[in-house]
């Protein structure tokens, strides 16, 4: 949830910053390039791409109309990178696995109901289908041991391969809003398993407790600026007419998104409840024009700002950070303290919040932070037997956080004690064997000892 208006980007964003033309590809203007992207309602996959097998390793053919690819797409051995997103595909197209190359594949939102056993490249690392009609997931999955990141939300799929948990270096994974009748045990057993997104399926826990708030009449409020976007929803400066106070107000899409749906995301906000690190829900919306749902939240300083940005295409899992981004270990404990804390108050609610990054975390000048974006966020039962792993799969994702901080503090500010101690935090935390891992209650008794 950002309110400071950078784009919160979806799992598949746009690639390719310049879009070409088919009058270009066919002239042989391309030639050489490394990178092309076509969006101009391609029915047919145009043959002339294969004249860039020496060189092109990034195709984006999102937005068009195609439905099968040729054989002949093999033939690009250079090619890495391969986004389909929002064309009209039925099923994943079985010649995708004779590339050699390929390692990170997008298909969001097409109408694909199967994928065969088999499909997927040797190399693949990086996959998203969010957004379709998939019912059952390939076992070859499980050939997949490069696998890092895997979207899978939005579909409906009943339960996921056993076979999948081969996938021993899998840290992303989105399995929400599909139809899983359970959440299998060994998906918390994945040895660098850390952001998870599983709620919406009949399978998950739902909520005990009442999560309703308040709801305000659209007409009470009067829009201002957009100020943010996140994949699920626009955000909004807003005065509150009848208090005479400017707020922000969320509007969701209404869309899965490849975190999940936004129906999830507004009630996770809501059982959030009042923490000193949370972004403060003040309601919701009723009788918006559309028919969308909305929270209000309280609008944040202007002073706050990203911690970091979102992973990159060459990063796959972890954010990257401006060139000017810079902290000292007083800041980095105090970002680690707020973290922890916000962290063990979200696991004693039941709610893992799927998304621990720093994208999705607000600072100011003075290192106050604020975590906000539920998108990928789920409840589970507390009283389960999994809900010791289940903390422990995202304490994963704190310290990849706190690895990814460290990596840009000053080193002359840190005596070598203090960062050895830094480095065994972030090692217990990410341990492979998942029970063995700290609570956030235990790492927040051990950073009072910093």
Not at 298 to 308: A, M, S, V
Not at 385 to 399: D, P, Q, S
């Amino acid at each position: 949830m950002d309110l400071r208006g950078n784009k919160s980007l979806d799992l598949q964003t746009s690639i390719v910053a310049m879009t070409h033309s088919l009058e270009e590809l066919k002239s042989g203007a391309l030639i050489g390039l490394k990178t092309v992207k076509l969006a101009c309602g391609l029915k047919e996959f145009p043959e002339e791409i294969i004249a860039l097998s020496e060189t092109l390793e990034v195709l984006d053919l999102s937005d068009n109309q195609l439905t099968e690819l040729p054989d002949s797409i093999a033939q690009l051995k250079h090619l890495r990178i391969l986004f389909f997103a929002r064309n009209n595909f039925t099923t994943f197209p079985m010649i995708l696995r004779q590339c050699p190359a390929l390692s990170m594949i997008g298909f969001k939102m097409n109408q694909i109901h199967t994928v065969p056993e088999g499909a997927f490249p040797p190399k693949l690392k990086w996959l998203i289908l969010s957004d379709n009609k998939i019912k059952k997931i390939p076992k070859s999955i499980g050939d997949c041991p490069l696998l890092q990141k895997c979207a899978l939300a939005g579909n409906r799929i009943e339960e996921l391969p056993a076979e999948m948990a081969k996938c021993t270096h899998l840290e992303l994974l989105r399995v929400s809003a599909n139809r899983l009748k359970s959440i299998p045990k060994w998906l918390f057993e994945l040895p660098k398993l850390s952001w998870v997104a599983f709620g919406g399926n009949p399978g998950a826990h739902q909520i005990q407790g009442n999560t309703d708030i308040e709801a305000f009449h659209w007409s009470d409020f009067t829009i201002q600026e957009l100020i943010g976007e996140g994949a699920s929803g626009l955000i909004s400066k807003a005065n509150w007419n009848a208090k005479h106070e400017e707020i922000a107000i969320k509007v969701f899409k209404g869309d899965v998104t490849s975190d999940g749906s936004p129906e999830d995301e507004m009630e996770v906000s809501i059982a959030a409840g009042s923490h000193e690190n949370l972004i403060p829900v003040l309601g919701k919306i009723k009788n918006h024009p559309d028919k969308k749902s909305g929270l209000l939240l309280q609008l944040i300083e202007p002073t706050f700002i990203n911690l970091g940005n979102p992973p990159s295409l060459e990063t796959c899992t972890r954010d990257v950070f401006d060139e000017n981004s810079v902290f000292n270990g007083a800041e980095l404990l105090k970002i680690a303290k707020s973290m922890a804390s916000v962290s063990a108050h979200l696991h004693s609610k039941g709610i893992n919040h799927g998304d621990l990054y720093a994208h999705n975390i607000l600072i100011n000048k003075t290192a106050e932070c604020l975590l906000g974006d539920f998108g990928a966020a789920s409840f589970y039962d507390v009283n389960s037997v999994l809900a010791h792993t289940i903390e422990r799969i995202e304490v994963r994702a704190y310290g990849c956080l706190i690895a990814d901080v460290l990596s840009v503090v000053n080193k002359n500010e840190m005596h070598t004690q203090l960062h050895t101690q830094w480095q065994k935090l972030i090692a217990d935390c990410t341990r492979s064997e998942v029970k063995v891992r700290p609570s956030f209650s235990e790492i927040l008794e051990e950073l009072n000892a910093f």
